[in-house]
C-alpha cells in the first residue's frame, strides 16, 4: 500500500523550533515529489514548498520563503519540514502529500497538527 | 499568483440529487486543474485531475468539466459519504499551485 505517515501532534512555544516528518512507503520515495501544504483552521489549503527527494531539489511558494525549511533523506524515505523559531500564527495542520505522475496530489499524509501557544 | 474562485461557498442539496459546484480561475490553466474532498478530521483525497480524469477508485458519479478557466465538479446522485468540503485546485506551473477556499457541500 502506498502511504505517507507523518509525525505526531506538537506543542510549542513561540521561539521554539521544531521538525517534522513524513515517511513514504509502498512506492520509489526518492523518485517523486513531496509537497508540504499548511491548513489553517477553517481554511483552505496552501502550498508552503516541494522538494524531490532524489536530488534535494527544493522549491517554495513566495510566502513562505524564509519562514520554513524543506529536507529529506532519501535512504529513510522521509522528507521534513522545520522552523527555526515558531510564531503563534504558524498554528495549523500540516499535510505531505504526493505529486502524482497526473500532477495530482494524489496520496496524502494523516496531518500533523501543530499548536504554537505560550 | 492563480487565484482560484469556488462558487457557492455552501451547497445544500438532498441525498440522490445532483450537485454541482463551480471553480473559477483568475487565468487559462490548460486544463491542470484538480479536485480534492475533505471530510471532518481527514486529510483532502484526490478526485479528478487533468479537469475531467477521475482518479483511481473514484465512483463514476464524480465528473469534471470545463476549459480554459471555468471548471465544473458534478456529483450526479449524492450519497450520504459525499457530504464533505470540495476543493479545486490548479497546477500549471508546478509547483505554484493554489487552491480554492471551498464548497461545504450540506444535507439539505
Known amino acids: 500500500e502506498v502511504q505517507l505517515v507523518q509525525s505526531g501532534a506538537e506543542v510549542k512555544k513561540p521561539g521554539e523550533s521544531l521538525k517534522i516528518s513524513c515517511q513514504g512507503s509502498?512506492?520509489?520515495?526518492?523518485?517523486?515529489?513531496i509537497a508540504w501544504v499548511r491548513q489553517m483552521p477553517g481554511k483552505g489549503p496552501e502550498l508552503m514548498g516541494v522538494?524531490?527527494?532524489?536530488?534535494?531539489?527544493?522549491k517554495f511558494s513566495p510566502s513562505f520563503q524564509g519562514q520554513v525549511s524543506i529536507s529529506a533523506d532519501k535512504s529513510a524515505n522521509t522528507a521534513y519540514l522545520q522552523w527555526s523559531s515558531l510564531k503563534a500564527s504558524d498554528t495549523a495542520i500540516y499535510y505531505c502529500?504526493?505529486?502524482?505522475?497526473?500532477?495530482?496530489?494524489?496520496?496524502w499524509g494523516q496531518g500533523t497538527s501543530v499548536i504554537v501557544s505560550s | 499568483e492563480v487565484v482560484m474562485t469556488q462558487s457557492p461557498a455552501t451547497l445544500s442539496v438532498s441525498p440522490g440529487e445532483r450537485a454541482t459546484l463551480s471553480c473559477r480561475a483568475s487565468?487559462?490553466?490548460?486544463?491542470?486543474l484538480a479536485w480534492y474532498q475533505q471530510k471532518p478530521g481527514q486529510s483532502p483525497s484526490l478526485l479528478i485531475y487533468?479537469?475531467?480524469t477521475r482518479a483511481t477508485g473514484i465512483p463514476a458519479r464524480f465528473s469534471g468539466s470545463g476549459s480554459g478557466t471555468e471548471f465544473t465538479l458534478t456529483i450526479s446522485s449524492l450519497q450520504s459519504e459525499d457530504f464533505a468540503v470540495y476543493y479545486c485546485?490548479?497546477?500549471?506551473?508546478?509547483?505554484?499551485?493554489?487552491f480554492g477556499q471551498g464548497t461545504r457541500l450540506e444535507i439539505k
Open positions: 502529500a504526493r505529486r502524482g505522475r497526473a500532477s495530482g496530489l494524489d496520496v
Open positions: 509502498g512506492y520509489t520515495f526518492p523518485t517523486f515529489w
Open positions: 522538494i524531490y527527494p532524489d536530488d534535494g531539489d527544493v
Open positions: 487565468q487559462t490553466i490548460n486544463n491542470k
Open positions: 487533468g479537469a475531467s
Open positions: 485546485q490548479q497546477y500549471n506551473n508546478w509547483p505554484q499551485i493554489t
